[in-house]
Nanobody, 113 residues
């Protein structure tokens, strides 16, 4: 049973922007933190950003700090990852993770040079 569904990935040029969404199917979404991870071909999965249950606390990997913004709307059971100033090295499958709901299926982000 899929409990998290990501969307918003795609192909974008260097310097472009994308906004990823992660929609949950259960209200328990609001009770726990959410993280975005990414995995590029041949590389280990990397934590990109995390947001606390109420959204008051965030964490970013150094590689995306200042370019990506994580947010959430608990009324919509949705987490977002706004990605600006994209670079080719940001190319990866991006997945959201929720402490109780597990993993989404992932969405591909490709940044062309």
């Amino acid at each position: 049973q899929v409990q998290l569904v990501e969307s918003g990935g795609g192909l974008v040029q260097t310097g472009g922007s994308l906004r990823l969404s992660c929609v949950a199917s259960r209200n328990i979404f609001s009770l726990y933190g959410v993280s975005w991870y990414r995995q590029a071909p041949g590389k280990q999965r990397e934590l990109v950003a995390t947001i606390s249950s109420a959204g008051g606390s965030t964490y970013y990997a150094d590689s995306v700090k200042g370019r990506f913004t994580i947010s959430r709307d608990n009324a919509k059971k949705t987490a977002y990852l706004q990605m600006n100033s994209l670079k080719p090295e940001d190319t990866a499958v991006y997945s959201c993770h929720h402490t109780e709901l597990g993993w989404g299926q992932g969405t591909q982000v490709t940044v062309s040079s």
